[in-house]
């Protein structure tokens, strides 16, 4: 985890958790993910079980290509909240990220078992059925991905 210098922690510190929850969310949206960081840290130091947090943890590591750092913060939301959905799929891709092909996939299937309309998980599984040699699942997973999208 990032460590704070005493006068940076007294600024986060200064601020509600939710407000540091909210400003780690804008931050992250700007791509300042290094920043958006330490106020999920403020937020998870005082409610550790803000699944949410730890996602967008685990999200900002993926963005600054930590994947390894990032399964650990998708590993704790999903502790806090084993159906947490994006979790699960952001830890899908942070697994395959570090080449977890199959343990990817059983997130991903676990996603659609949860949310059988969520796009993303249908395009990132066909991804990994063409990387595990697996074109015709590839196929029908990439137009699922494509029926789901069409009106969106």
Known sequence: ?????P???????????????????????????VEAIKCFLVTIRHNPE?????????????CLSKPDEAVIAFEKALEIDS???????NRALAYSDVGELDSAMDDLNRVISLDPEHWASYK???????MLGDSEQSFKDYIKFKDLTHGN
């Open 1 to 5: 985890m990032i460590l704070q210098s």
């Open 7 to 33: 006068k940076e922690e007294l600024i986060l510190e200064s601020c509600s958790w939710h407000e540091q929850f909210k400003k780690g969310n804008y931050l992250a949206n700007r791509g300042d993910h």
């Open 50 to 62: 803000h699944a949410m947090a730890w996602n967008n943890i685990g999200v900002a590591k993926l």
């Open 83 to 89: 159906d947490y959905r994006d979790a699960l799929h």
């Open 124 to 130: 990132h599984r066909s991804i990994l059925n063409q």
